[in-house]
Each structure stands twice: as C-alpha cells, then as structure tokens.
C-alpha cells in the first residue's frame, strides 16, 4: 500500500528470519554415529569404520588376519624352526655312536619342514595322524638299525623282517636297551607335530594340500617301479634318518615287493639250517648259520 507519497512495500513486507545451520541440525537429529564414523584426514579421504586396531581383537583374530605375505612367512618359518630338532637328535646320537655329524642336513630339514608345515595346515585330523604315524615309523625304524648295525635299514631287511617276524622279534627283546634311545629320539620329533597344530588349530580347506602331500608320497615308489637300475642296498650314511627311511620305504614297495610277488625277485630267502656234527678225529661241534 502506497502513503503520502511513500512506498512501504519493503517495510511492511514480512521479514522471513533465515534459518542458522543449527537451528536446521536441530530441525533435522544427526546421526551421531555416523558422524563418528568419519575420520578426515589431511587429504580429505574418509577412513573405512571396519578398520580397527589389531590390539582390540583376540589374538586368534589378530594371526588370521595378516596380510597374506606376512601369513605363508610365518607358516614357512614355523616348520622350519621346529625341523631342527629331529636334525640336532640325529647328528647327536651319530656322535654318540662315534659315526661322525657330517651328513646333508639341508635336505632333511626340508623333508622334515614338509611333515611339520602338514601338521600346521592341514585339518583333518585321520590324515595328520597317518603321517605322524609314518614319520615316527621312519625315524625310530632307521635310528634303531643304525645303533645296532651301524647302517640304515636296507629294503632286503625289510623283506626278511616280513619273512621271519618271530625270529626278528625274538632278536628285538634281547636289545631292548638299545632301542630306547631311538624310541626317545622318535617321541621328540613328534612333538613339534603335537604343538604346531594345538597353537594354530587350522581351519582352512586342506583337501588341496592332502592331495599334494600324497602324491609327495607316492611319486618315490612309482619312480623306484619304473627305474630298472634301482639298488636294493642300505643308503648311504651321508643322508639323513628321514630321508634314508623314505627310499627305502620306495624301493620296497615299488620293487623288492612286485619281484618278490612274480618269483623275479634277487634276494636269498633266509634260511636256518640245522646243526651240522662232524664226527671222527675231529672234536664234534655244532654251528648255527643265521
């Protein structure tokens, strides 16, 4: 409306107050949660909300969720540090038997690492205790015919221990002492098996690994089947307990076993003969070939 010549139209116009940003928070409730949810570094990049500290999780949390790199590290270090006992064992009781410490360590603490590295990632319980099972067998079976004979075990004893078991066990009570220490050194090695799979208890999917740890296994006999020119002698000392056990273990199932079974097999049955007198001038005396 006009007046004496004056236009009021911007005084009697209704002032509108604007609204401050937080009288509009307050029209609208923040989510206070979500706001804590931000944090703005310098470059303005929000932080991810599921990024906590490694310190406020379980430490079984903490383990599996390393990086990937930093994981394989410590399950590849792991076995390894543990595959030194068997190897400190076994050089000791070489000494002890006055048969020298040099032999190739490096390829028995590989051999050894694979068995631990199955104890700490593989979850099936009947598979870890069949390779416990054959790793005891081969360390005490080589570690007791090296403190009786001075010499691993051949795939021909083997066969005789097969061919005359109650006259080998007869044998074995009369030396039982000394297989104790052997028996000892197997029972240690076992126990980085025991320890490394009750501190990690694996989780993870192992079919992929008993797989490949069968096939380990068995590509030793299926070599030994297939090569002509394999001898069915004692290793030599310069290999380790582990290893000496398993081409043994090869040799005779993948061919002292199949020659024996198609009558093509070279090795001497064992035969006892009876006591032979010899009578006449000569004193009358017995002999007992074993």
Request: net charge positive; with cysteine; aromatic share 10%.
């Amino acid at each position: 409306m006009r007046g004496n010549g004056v236009s009021c139209t911007a005084l009697d116009a209704p002032v509108m107050p604007k609204l401050s940003s937080c009288s509009q928070a307050s029209a609208h409730p923040i989510d206070t949660a979500y706001l804590e949810s931000f944090n703005l570094n310098g470059q303005g990049k929000v932080a991810n909300r599921n990024e906590m500290p490694t310190g406020t999780k379980t430490m079984n949390r903490t383990f599996w969720n390393k990086p990937h790199i930093r994981r394989w590290a410590i399950f590849a270090l792991l076995p390894l540090l543990a595959a030194t006992l068997p190897l400190l064992l076994e050089a000791s009781y070489r000494a002890y038997l006055n048969l020298g410490t040099h032999f190739n360590k490096g390829e028995g603490l590989f051999i050894c690492a694979i068995f631990y590295f199955i104890a700490l990632r593989v979850r099936s319980r009947g598979f870890n205790i069949i390779t416990a099972a054959l790793f005891f067998y081969f360390i005490f079976s080589q570690l007791a015919h090296l403190g009786i004979y001075h010499s691993w075990l051949s795939p021909t004893e083997i066969l005789l221990f097969f061919e005359e078991f109650s006259e080998v066990y007869r044998t074995g009570i009369t030396m039982l002492p000394s297989l104790l220490l052997p028996l000892l050194i197997a029972l240690l090695s076992l126990l980085p098996i025991v320890l490394l799979r009750h501190a990690t208890m694996p989780k993870s999917d192992s079919r992929r690994l008993i797989a490949f740890f069968s096939l380990i296994l068995i590509a030793p006999v299926i070599q030994s089947a297939l090569a002509k020119s394999k001898s069915e002698d004692a290793p030599h000392l310069r290999y380790s307990a582990l290893r000496s056990a398993i081409q043994t273990s090869s040799i005779f199932l993948g061919k002292t076993v199949p020659d024996q079974l198609s009558g093509q097999s070279n090795v001497d049955k064992y035969v006892k003969e009876a006591p032979s007198i010899q009578t006449g001038a000569e004193q009358s005396r017995a002999e007992l070939l074993f």
